[in-house]
């Protein structure tokens, strides 16, 4: 049973990170940061009224949603996880909102990392998840 704790606490922690990106990327969405007053004023034409980073970490937070509990990437390595969570962080930590769900796909790539360290593999678990007929 211990082969697997790493992969299995990394998926708490990618539901953990979908749930604060999509949160972030609403409030992204919804409320305007000062930041943005003063590029509305100096530059109108640059002024873009919907955050670009907030709409991204809708995004990737749908997709880590996806990829951990839909299945999606079932049979994927986790080392592919944790270049996913690395990249999901670096583009959700440019929006002020998303910081707190950036620092979890932080955490969550580190404890993937671990897992790919580790040897633990997808079979295992799906080993694990069955449930069958009791061997004689």
């Known amino acids: 049973m211990g082969k697997i704790i790493w992969s299995m606490w990394g998926h708490y922690m990618g539901l953990t990170t979908a749930a604060c990106l999509i949160d972030g990327g609403f409030l992204a969405l919804a409320f305007s940061w000062p930041s943005l007053d003063i590029v509305r004023k100096t530059l109108p034409i640059l002024y873009r ?14 997709l880590a949603l996806a ?14 996880k944790f270049f996913l969570y690395l990249v ?49």
């Open 67 to 80: 990829v951990e509990q839909l299945g999606v990437c079932a049979r994927c390595p986790n080392a592919l």
């Open 88 to 136: 999901t962080a670096l583009v959700a930590g440019l929006q002020f909102s998303c910081v707190i769900g950036a620092q979890f796909a932080v955490v969550t790539a580190i404890v993937y990392l671990r897992a790919a360290v580790a040897g633990e593999t997808t079979e295992e678990k799906s080993a694990r998840d069955r449930v069958g007929p009791a061997k004689v």
């Open 49 to 62: 009224p919907l955050s670009i980073p907030g709409v991204a970490a809708i995004g990737l937070g749908l």
